[in-house]
């Protein structure tokens, strides 16, 4: 199957041009023994903007943000083929530990995942294992992470109590401040609003809008609301291909494939 290009597609590439890509994937392939998870994935990722990418369960979302910072290789089964640069180098280079590109690629998951210790802990953590001791920095960073997550004024009186004690909203925009703790270029987001009642998923997403000023930001999201209400471009994943990346805009209002079309009208997934 080939990827369609159409003078639509084309001409986006070339207004997006001056976006800088974070991200430029090649030829991306990937299995899971034997199945065909990423076929032929091209995909550039600009700067300081939120890309979305949604599609039908199990067409390989996860897995392809899971490729961005390596996460995908914990799984022993999988086998890859192809090229991922993250700003100009190869990830897969042996000279560039997994561990720099996770500092630089953050991720947020589906469900909030705080460690169980206390919301200070839970910011100071990262910092902590990159070898911050002071306790002033300390401070600073973990204020300026839960301001930079819009949480700081509801935890600021309770910052040494466990963080199970907050609601799952809350758990995750700590889970977001944990995040930019470890001063992250990218952020990666697997359905992060999935587990969240809509007051919270609000919240999160104002959030996303306030954090592209500052980082490159990808949200997988079976919510195509969510994709139109907060990003600027947006990709199409079908069983493991991507069948139309273009600016949000066009692919809700004027998508140029037909199984587009069917799948933001609803007529499968
Ligand atoms: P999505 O996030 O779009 O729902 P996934 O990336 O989770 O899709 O899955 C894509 C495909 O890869 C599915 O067929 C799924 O069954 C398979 N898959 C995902 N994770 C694993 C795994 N750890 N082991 C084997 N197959 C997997
Ligand atoms: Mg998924």
Redesign the pocket.
């Known amino acids: 199957m080939e990827i369609t290009i159409n003078h639509k597609n084309v001409n986006k590439e070339q207004v997006q041009q001056d976006a800088v890509p974070v991200f430029k994937v090649n030829n991306l392939n990937l299995w ?2 034997q ?1 065909h ?1 990423l076929k032929d994935i091209k995909f550039d990722i600009p700067e300081k903007q939120v890309t979305a990418i949604i ?10 943000i ?1 490729t961005l910072n390596r996460m995908v290789e914990m ?1 022993p ?2 086998r890859m083929s192809g090229e991922i640069n993250y700003r100009g180098r190869n990830i897969f280079d042996s000279k560039y530990g997994v561990e720099e590109l996770r500092t630089q690629v953050g991720m947020v998951f589906q469900k909030p995942n705080p460690f169980p210790k206390s919301i200070y802990e839970n910011i100071a953590y990262g910092p902590k294992i990159h070898g911050i001791k002071n306790k002033k920095v300390l401070d600073e960073v973990v204020e300026k992470s839960l301001r930079g997550a819009a949480i700081w004024d509801e935890v600021k009186d309770r910052l040494h109590e466990n963080a199970f004690g907050l609601s799952g909203g809350q758990q995750q925009r700590l889970c977001i401040a944990r995040c930019l703790a470890i001063e992250p270029d990218v952020i990666l987001m ?1 359905e992060p609003t999935s587990a969240l009642d809509p007051i919270s998923t609000l919240k999160v997403e104002e959030l996303v809008q306030e954090l592209k000023k500052e980082y490159s930001i990808v949200i ?1 999201t ?1 919510n195509m609301q969510q994709a139109a209400r907060i990003s600027d471009r947006t990709a199409f ?1 079908l069983n ?1 291909e991507v069948i139309e990346f273009t600016d949000t805009s066009t692919l809700f209002s004027n998508p140029s494939d037909k199984r587009t079309e069917d799948y933001i009208t609803g007529r499968f997934g």
């Open positions: 899971y023994g199945d998870a599609g039908p369960s199990g067409c390989g979302k996860s897995t392809f899971k799984v089964i999988v697997d997988v079976h994943f493991g």
